[in-house]
């Protein structure tokens, strides 16, 4: 058996990367914070024409049928980038759900999902569809039927909002509902990955260009180890996610307990990081004009997204004891 | 129509590069990836070939060990096949070789109407390489276009120069090196790199291209590297206080360099 990822995986996840890398720089996450509707912009319709936001729909209707395994680096990229965007929900959760993903497909059509928990979407004011629960199936909400009150977030791009509904179309039942939950739940902990680099990435840089007492502060312990702390949990967060992405692909009966540990310690690891590394930037990670705090509020929100640690933790025990 | 790109496959610039101490030549040994100064040469070639209505790109390529890292990039942006020169007897090509070796490919490609490559790459910057090739193919030379057009037989481009740019034309085949920025590469998509492993990569010698071994490699350089040394640190700047009148200084200095 080979644990590596294929030249296809990586090939993608390059692509994906370098497209963000040019369209949604921190001065587009920036923006999103103080736009109209908290998005990217031009991102959403280069990842569409890339094929990525239909890539996990069946090639039935179109899409390429590629796996939560074949998407996971990806995903993680729109992490380290802070896309933002319902990427996770769009693209992961409800591309594969839909019967006719051909508007998702082609990012024309905006769906957002609030599973699992309180009925609160990201972008909810906005989308075109909802993807959500009701009596244990999973069902659709369309933008007429839909009724939407904002909530304020900690992250300025994110927009969530309570959803209610008058009427819903059901796509699938208690069985298709936890897999959406699963899916959901392992896009969120391989963004968590993503930003937990970013943040280190931005913070080596810092701790080595910011001098005192005569050398850069990266030199001193106390900074090192810090960091140092925030690298190990990210290497410990990282191979659970992956497996519990080859997992849900594969179909292993397990998966679900597989995602529950990928989701709690990437959540621990991006909250972990972002309190060492706004420590290591001093003042400097507390101000809103540095874009440390862009990618350390999106780690706290999607740490508490989707079943936060302890929830997951307690599913773990569940599935032990 | 049938564009030939000619892409170099190099190190990736995001990692420092190494010198070998004994031949001074750069390491090429690890993963190589597309030359971003290419990807404008393979869109170019692209998109005139949708302009013509029909027709494919060919990329040709020289590297050691098989590498198509690189290639598999371009041909997952469109382009149909390649045409790969890999063979240990071409290491140590100077600018010379590499053309023959590259002019040799694309007479192996067939009937080629134009054939596209970047003004330098970016690794070794000599930008001598496609008014060689086009020299040892027989046909004219455009450099520095910014843009390409191809009607009736005839190949139009504008070429970059210092005060603006000159309209030049040549009768096809012809060879043309494109400058960076003239059109935006597109993003590989996820089909174009599904599809790319299945396109054909024909990966031939120097022998195949009926290249003597002395006329390539280090036996065929007629150019040698004697000495390599460090760029020099990046001296302080100049620091003007300001009375009130500081802004005549600076722009001084930007008449100085003519920037103004």
Known sequence: ??????????????????LLANECPPAVVRAAWENADGRSGAAWGALAEMGVLGAAAPESVGGLGLSVLDLVLITEETGYAALPEPFVEHALVAVPALPDPTAAAAGTEVVTAALGGAPVAPYAATADAVLTEEDDALVLVSR???????????????????????????L??????????????????????????RMLDLTVAYVQDRNQFGAPIGSFQAVKHRLADARTALEFARPLVYRAAWSVSVGDPDAPVHVSMAKALASDAATLTAQQTLWCHGAMGYSFEYDLHLFMKRAWVLAAAWGDAAAHRARVGRAVL | MHVVVCVKQIPDPAVPGELDPGTHALKREGKLILDESDSYGVEMALQLVDKAGGGEVTLVSMAPNGEVSGLRTALAMGAAKAIL????????????????????????????DLVLAATESSDGY???????????????SL??????????????????????YDVVEATLPAVVSVTAGVVEPRYPSFKGIMAAKNKPVDTVTAADLGLAADAVGWAGARQRITQVAPAPAREAGERIEDDGESFQRVVAYLEDLKVV
């Open chain 1, 1 to 18: 058996m080979r644990f590596a990822f294929t030249d296809d995986q990586i090939a993608f996840r390059d692509a994906v990367r370098d």
């Open chain 1, 144 to 170: 007429a039927d839909l009724r939407v009150e904002p909530e304020p977030g900690v992250d300025g791009s994110r927009r969530p909002g309570w959803i209610s509904w008058d009427a819903a179309a059901t």
């Open chain 1, 172 to 197: 699938g039942d208690a069985g298709a509902r936890a897999a959406a939950l699963d899916r959901g739940a392992l896009g969120a902990a391989a963004q968590l990955v993503g930003l937990t680099r």
């Open chain 2, 85 to 112: 020169v890999s063979d240990d007897a071409l290491a140590g090509s100077d600018a010379l070789s590499t053309a023959k070796v590259l002019a040799k490919a694309v007479e192996r490609a067939g009937s080629v």
């Open chain 2, 126 to 140: 000599t930008g001598t390489t496609p008014a060689q090739m086009a020299e040892l193919l027989g046909w004219p």
């Open chain 2, 143 to 164: 450099t520095f276009a910014k843009q390409v057009d191809v009607a009736g037989g005839t190949v139009t481009v504008q070429r970059q120069t210092e005060a603006g």
